[in-house]
């Protein structure tokens, strides 16, 4: 079985930057399609970036395009999400998810993912 988790959150000041990692274990994610996904208080969960199986194809939801980039290493069976200019509306407990899917493209929508992460906390402050 699939198991995910999620580190590297924490607080950091505005401008600032963080690299979220989700390190699988149970299954390679060689043939899975991974999200990040973030959930502020009071809100619904939102999906942020997704990256296909190959990693060729990488989509980014309009707030963090220009400012987060998701990568993968499956030899490490890891994802990435590398996130800069920080802005206190990033603060949110960030999620990834990963589904099996065996074409070429990606979707960061959350009623698709069925294997979930149990989150890490990005605050933004000063």
């Known amino acids: 079985q699939l198991q995910l988790v999620e580190s590297g959150g924490g607080l950091v000041q505005p401008g600032g930057s963080l690299r979220l990692a989700c390190a699988a274990s149970?299954?390679?994610?060689?043939?899975?399609?991974i999200g990040w996904f973030r959930q502020a208080p009071g809100k619904e969960r939102e999906g942020v970036s997704c990256?296909?199986?190959?990693?060729?194809?990488?989509r980014y939801v309009d707030a963090v395009k220009g400012r987060f980039t998701i990568s993968r290493d499956n030899a490490k069976n890891t994802v990435y999400l590398e996130m800069n200019s920080l802005t206190p509306n990033d603060t949110a407990v960030y999620y990834c998810?990963?589904?099996?899917?065996?074409?070429?493209?990606?979707?960061?929508?959350?009623?698709?993912?069925?294997?979930w992460g149990q989150g890490t906390q990005v605050t933004v402050s000063s």
């Open positions: 149970g299954l390679s994610l060689d043939w899975h399609v």
């Open positions: 990256i296909s199986n190959s990693g060729a194809m990488k």
């Open positions: 998810a990963a589904e099996q899917w065996y074409g070429s493209a990606c979707t960061y929508r959350v009623d698709l993912y069925h294997s």
